[in-house]
């Protein structure tokens, strides 16, 4: 239902007189001190939102909702296609295993602003774990279960967590993911030693034994069932507004994960805004985020916002295609009412894929479908159109990172049904300030790409800072354009302030909607001794949007076959990043194509192999590496054809 009053005036209002705007929104919140203050700039580039105001999210995320006489309403619905398990838990219930499970964690030691690291499949008990953590005022960092263990440790080491909570094993497409070796493995690699973790055994995943007693020294483990079941039930701990709820480690620039820091306050009220003025969803509808608790995405959309809401959030343990079939998206769609829908464009596209009619939705009802928004990477039109014309239903593309916590930009569906367009995200939300810079910060007229930068403070939900690395965050993000923060996108707007978000301007790219680091993965194929030299690339992929591409040059005398160095190298990146990195090709060639000063041209040798248009920079050291790339663009794209 959209509100009385429109999009525009509602920006307008934003504008005029943010604090207003925002200590309004801070009404939907049950606070144990309330926020008289909006913003602290005192330490600006650093700003704080509701600096005076205290709260708990758990609290409201479960038990106000309770306390209001709504205890029997379904909070989570949980629907597990691969261990064949669908379960609904009312509010009370999951008040009862959040209190149980926060118990437990403070029988482990754990108090207010300690770390949590949670490293776990879709099951429930990855929600219930985090919203312990909240419930004690203690930090969780959820680590998603594509990652390996030399990623696992890094975050161990960055974020120094007292325990960690992870399960005995998970169901990726026809395998069984073991949990505990790699947890075992991560804190053998990790310096920082995690004095207890705690196991949830599942013993419907066929293989998955929880045999964990004194696994590793210094470290007790801790079964989850026995320790939660006998656990006292914590109540919820006050925590100023400025705490941190959640560090959510992302790929920057470099090898080394950046660990965005969430605030309790401003996230709460983001959540509970957008909650309400994009999706629409209160109070007895019926979210279904299909993504994954490890992304921003599931924090924001699976697990704080739908509850914070007091609606009813699905939490599906599953793909789009192969679990069973590619109808299984509309099967839970009917099967649990589903009012909004929201997953990546890639999902879509896999569906597509395997069913390009979707006839597998025949026979279901999708009627009580209101919307579906997508998020994650760009919404190619051509999916949009396939999307909309089967649906009978909005599509909505909206735009955001780990980073933001929540859209930048967006149609919202709860104020006025804005007209779409193709390739989209529509327009700026209350709070966001966003314009398009050249190198120069100077704006760029219409039409033209840029980079696209957000005026500071960036409203409540958004990052606070980077994890014990506020001048990194400063370097990051702030210092390119003083005043505005970077989000590292380009794109442009149209004549009628629709945005269009064209790609990455840094070295990050998006397969299947997971955010990877070209330079992480450029790390470890260079420690192969037959490798001189190395660059990856994302290259354009039907189904996945991107994928890693390497190219490497081969260490003079190195008589390796190139099929046996390729094996070797998608070996490599699996084992150190994980299986959610998805490099499986790489070529290798006589030299890469660098500037004068010893930069790789790596836009230039992207859009070769693209078939893309390039210009080769007049800075280029050896025209002929440029040649190079050519053959072996044209080489490989002969060899997929
Ligand atoms: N734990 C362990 N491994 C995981 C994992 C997890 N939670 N999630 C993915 N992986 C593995 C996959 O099994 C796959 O392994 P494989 O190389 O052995 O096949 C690998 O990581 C790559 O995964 P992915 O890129 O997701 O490819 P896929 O072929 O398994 O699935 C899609 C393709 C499109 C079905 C899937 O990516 C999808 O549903 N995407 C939706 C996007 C999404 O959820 N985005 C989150 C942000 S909104
Ligand atoms: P992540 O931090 O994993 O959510 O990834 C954020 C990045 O994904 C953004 O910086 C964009 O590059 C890309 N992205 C997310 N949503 C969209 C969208 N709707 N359109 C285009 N790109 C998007």
Redesign the pocket.
Known sequence: MASTENFESVVARSKQDPSRFWLEAAGAIDWDVAPTVAVDDSDAPLYRWFPDARLNTSYNALDRHVLAGRGDDTALIYDSPVVLKKKRYSYSTMLDKVGRAAGMLAAAGVVAGDRVVIYM??MPQAVVAMLACARLGAVHSVV????AAKELASRLDDAKPRVIITASG?I??D?V?EYLPAIVNALELAEHTVETVIVKNRPEVPGSAAEFEDATPGTRWWDWSSRSTDAVPHPPVSVAATDPLYILYTSGTTGSPKGVVRDNGGHAVAMAWSMRNVYDIGIGDVMW????V?????HSYIVYGPLIAGATTVLYEG????TPDAGAFWRVIDEHSVKTL??????L??IRKADPHAELSHGYDLSRLDAMFL???RLDPDTWTWATALLQKPVIDHWWQTETGWAICASPRGIEHLPLRAGSPSFPLPGFGVSIVDEHGEQVPHLEEGNIVIDLPLPPGTLATLWQGDQRYIDSYLSAFPGRYLTGDSGYLDRDGYLYVMGRTDDIIN?????LSTGSMEQILAQHPAVAECAVVGVKDA??GQKPLGLVVLASGTTIEEAVLIAELVAMV?EQI?????F?DAVVVSALPKTRSGKILRKTMRQIFDGDDYVVPPTIDDTRAITVIVEAAGASTRRLV
């Open positions: 499949p879709m998603f279960g594509g990652f998970g990726e497409s395998r993911v985020t299909a993504s994954d490890g992304w921003v995405v599931g793909k789009p295609v192969g929201f997953t990546a464009p890639t999902a596209r896999a998020a994650g990477e397969v299947a909607g997971h955010r189904l996945k699996r994980g299986a959610v990195a998805a499986r």
